[in-house]
Nanobody
Framework: QVQLVESGGGSVQPGDSLRLSCAAS????????IAWFRQPPEKEREFVAA????????VYADSVKGRFTISADNAKNTVFLQMDNLKSTDTAIYYC??????????????WGTGTRVTVSS
């Protein structure tokens, strides 16, 4: 079983950038798709982005298209989420997980502790 640990969150101002990391341990996850999700304050968890480790195909939520980039470093067993031009609406706890069916968070069985991103002026 693979374990995923998120890191890289912080407090930034609107327009700033952050890069989140999702590090895998336990076994190589080269055959997994990996997805990022987020949970804004007092809201449901939502899909952000996903990457197919096999084809490197990426998909994004409309709310982050053109601002966020998901990528993978297979040698380091790590998936990144580069977040540019951050907005206050990006404030959330960010989680990574093996990409579930339809990238729907309700199918994720185990969540990590996440990493908090706060965007505020």
């Amino acid at each position: 079983q693979v374990q995923l640990v998120e890191s890289g969150g912080g407090s930034v101002q609107p327009g700033d950038s952050l890069r989140l990391s999702c590090a895998a341990s336990g076994r190589s996850f080269s055959h997994y798709g990996i997805a990022w999700f987020r949970q804004p304050p007092e809201k449901e968890r939502e899909f952000v982005a996903a990457i197919s480790r096999r084809t490197s195909t990426t998909v994004y939520a409309d709310s982050v298209k053109g601002r966020f980039t998901i990528s993978a470093d297979n040698a380091k067993n790590t998936v990144f989420l580069q977040m540019d031009n951050l907005k206050s609406t990006d404030t959330a706890i960010y989680y990574c997980a093996p990409a579930p069916s339809d990238n729907n968070p309700k199918w994720v069985e185990n969540w990590g502790t996440g990493t908090r991103v706060t965007v505020s002026s």
